[in-house]
């Protein structure tokens, strides 16, 4: 008899246009996802299901934005889509190779308190560029975990999908303390989430 997966939680894919989002979500769901449009726009959004360790994961392909105070069509959906779903699970997917470009809208999520998992995808082009990222620095000054994958190549997909259920919402007056420069000590997460290189061992 299969075992019956009884947890069901949403994933909502959130990042700027072009970082590789439905690269990611095509990696997560494989092939039976379902394209909708979103009623009253011309905006449409894919949704795909994904079964890990017991829970069923609906995963929601969000429109691409630069911010969740809308400016086009897109980013209305993405940000009525993130008022809908308060309690999912975010996938913040930023592109390595430009990083700070997608932290404004990473900060908005963050901010709504959603459990939220950073995904730093494009690793592959980032070494390619010989950009270096300091995914466990970054997983220390946000207090959230930090997955670094490359979906065309297929890279870091399972760490990615283990590490869903280690989704927390971010500790926004650490985030500040750690950021004005705090001490080695206290930018450590108050819960390991065991991901960016540290594995859980420290
Ligand atoms: N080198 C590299 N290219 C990637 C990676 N992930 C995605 N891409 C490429 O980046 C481009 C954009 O990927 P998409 O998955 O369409 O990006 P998206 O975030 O869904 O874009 P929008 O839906 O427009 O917001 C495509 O050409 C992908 O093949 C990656 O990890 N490495
Ligand atoms: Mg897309």
């Given at each position: ?6 947890n ?33 726009t ?136 750690r ?14 989430a ?9």
């Open positions: 008899m299969s075992k019956k997966h009884t069901t939680r949403t994933v909502l894919m959130v990042g700027n246009p072009n970082v590789g989002k439905s690269a990611l979500f095509n990696r997560l769901t494989g092939s039976e996802a379902v394209v909708s449009n979103y009623p009253g011309t905006v449409d959004f894919t949704k795909g299901t994904l079964v890990e360790d017991g829970t069923t994961y609906e995963i929601i392909d969000v429109p691409g934005a630069y911010s969740l105070e809308p400016r086009d069509a897109a980013e209305e959906v993405a940000a009525q889509i993130l008022n809908k779903y308060p309690k999912a699970v975010v996938l913040l997917v930023l592109d390595a190779t430009r990083l700070e470009r997608g932290l404004y809208l990473g900060f908005e999520v963050i901010e709504r308190g959603a459990p939220v998992i950073v995904v730093l995808n494009m690793m592959d082009a980032a070494r390619a560029k010989s950009i270096k990222v300091d995914a466990r620095r970054l997983q220390n000054l946000l207090g959230v975990p930090v997955v670094q994958t490359s979906a065309t190549v297929g890279e870091g997909i399972k760490d990615l999908a283990r590490m869903l259920r280690k989704a927390q919402p971010a500790d926004i007056d650490g985030i500040v303390t950021a004005n420069g705090s001490s080695p000590e206290t930018t450590r997460m108050s819960k390991c065991g991901c960016a290189g540290c594995r859980g061992s420290d």
